[in-house]
């Protein structure tokens, strides 16, 4: 099944790639290598903001990095041309606005993770850090970079 049927059954649409807000680019190219610069978590169009175990839950937080990985998938798109390409996604680095108590930081980036397996199978499969942060640009609750291979 192609990248594009599997997102379809999943009721997913890739939305538009939004441009940079600071001085950088939203993807690099090199080799064979796509690295995809951090994407912060949005709901309705702005930053959803909040810190995980104060004010929003774990499975919130879930949601959030599912949200992130569509968008991550969107600009991967916009870099490569065809999801289909993408061997492997290599590596995700999750960074949760965390509580000093948090520590679910791993489950809340399952979201992104899962997501990934269940667009691309195997391929999909990836190395991870997932780390609490004191504070994301614009209040937001998750970020997440990745690297893909094709």
């Keep these: ?10 009721n997913i649409a890739l939305p538009t790639l939004d441009p940079p807000v600071a001085a950088f680019v ?4 090199t080799g064979n290598l796509v690295f995809i610069s951090g994407h912060i978590a949005k709901k309705d169009g ?5 810190k995980l175990g104060a004010e929003l839950t774990t499975a919130e937080g879930k949601q959030a990095a599912q ?3 569509v968008d991550l998938l969107a600009t991967l798109q916009a870099a490569v041309g065809d999801l289909n390409k993408i061997h492997r996604i290599v590596k995700l680095l999750v960074l949760v606005n ?4 948090f520590t679910e930081q791993h489950l809340v980036a399952n979201g992104a993770s899962e997501l990934f397996l269940d667009v691309f199978g195997e391929r999909g499969a990836h190395a991870r850090s997932a ?8 209040g937001s609750c998750v970020e997440i970079e990745l690297i893909a291979e094709l």
Excluded: H, N
């Design 46 to 50: 702005k930053p959803w903001t909040g």
């Design 26 to 29: 939203p993807f690099v190219r």
């Design 131 to 138: 780390f609490g942060v004191a504070q994301i640009p614009l």
């Design 1 to 10: 099944m192609s990248v594009y049927d599997k997102l379809k059954t999943l």
């Design 67 to 69: 949200a992130v990985a």
């Design 98 to 101: 965390s509580s000093p108590t």
